[in-house]
């Protein structure tokens, strides 16, 4: 009796054994199958996001080669040209005051053989002149002078008459005297920072004689006089 018990209970065991090992298996396998399936999820949205840059990736590439393709095809652009600007004529410039332009330097023999006048050029030559001639309608001939006191003094002249200012010394004037002393009769202008021209003409040239500092009308009187032949 005690033995058919003693075999009751064993066999009772080994029966709870044997549903403790196969519950044990369940379990493992249960959770085998929701890592497989844990990891089919992720093969899943990795291969999902893969295919989204993949697409950006031939959206960008596409984008790139349309741009470069467009630059190539396209006209020059404005910076382009500006390497290798197009020739265009240069725009006169106009002609600042008391400058001249275009001058020319002469000798004292092309100044004399040129403007076809006869000067003091003994004088002259004491006074460091500078010859030159500005083209024009008419050429303008002119000689720049210096003093013993180191003022300095511009002489023009142009053949024709008329009362134009040649002086090139474009002031606003304060003071404007008549002087018929020597002939021909000179007109002075003056002003009160310096600056004078002496005016005067015959019958074939009009004069100037100008100062930019120290003039007065002794000086530009007595320049004159001293230019001029007898």
């Known amino acids: 009796m ?19 090992c196969v519950q044990k298996d369940r379990t493992l396998i249960d959770s085998e199958e929701d ?17 989204k840059v993949a697409e ?4 960008f590439a596409a984008s790139v080669k349309e ?27 106009e002609p600042m005051a008391g400058i ?7 000798t004292s023999a092309e100044f004399m053989g040129s403007c076809g006048r006869e000067l003091n050029f003994d004088a002259i ?15 303008l001939y002119g000689i720049q002078l210096r003093d013993a006191d180191c003022l300095e003094y511009d002489f023009r002249m142009i053949h024709g008459r008329g009362d134009a200012d040649i002086s090139g010394m474009y002031y606003d004037w304060t003071q404007e005297i008549k ?18 021209i002496c005016l005067w003409k015959d019958r074939s040239f009009r004069y100037s ?22």
């Not at 890592?35 to 295919?51: G, P, T, V």
């Not at 004689?209 to 007898?230: F, P, T, Y």
Request: some cysteine.
């Open 125 to 139: 030559d004491e006074d460091h002149p500078y010859y030159y001639s500005i083209d024009g309608e008419k050429t």
């Open 56 to 59: 950006a990736a031939d959206e």
């Open 179 to 196: 002087y018929p002393e020597n002939k021909p009769e000179c007109t002075v202008y003056l002003n009160e920072s310096g600056q004078g």
């Open 209 to 230: 004689l100008a100062m930019k500092e120290g003039a007065s009308l002794v000086k530009l009187v007595w320049m004159r006089k001293r230019i001029m032949s007898a």
């Open 2 to 20: 005690k033995g058919k018990t003693a075999f009751k209970i064993a066999a009772i065991g080994a029966l709870l054994y044997a549903l403790y």
């Open 100 to 106: 001249p332009n275009p001058m020319h330097q002469l």
């Open 67 to 93: 741009t470069v393709a467009e630059a190539l095809n396209a006209e020059p652009k404005a910076e382009a040209a500006a390497e290798e600007p197009a020739f265009q004529e240069p725009e006169p410039e």
């Open 35 to 51: 890592l497989n399936a844990e990891r089919e999820q992720f093969k899943k949205e990795l291969e999902e996001e893969i295919r």
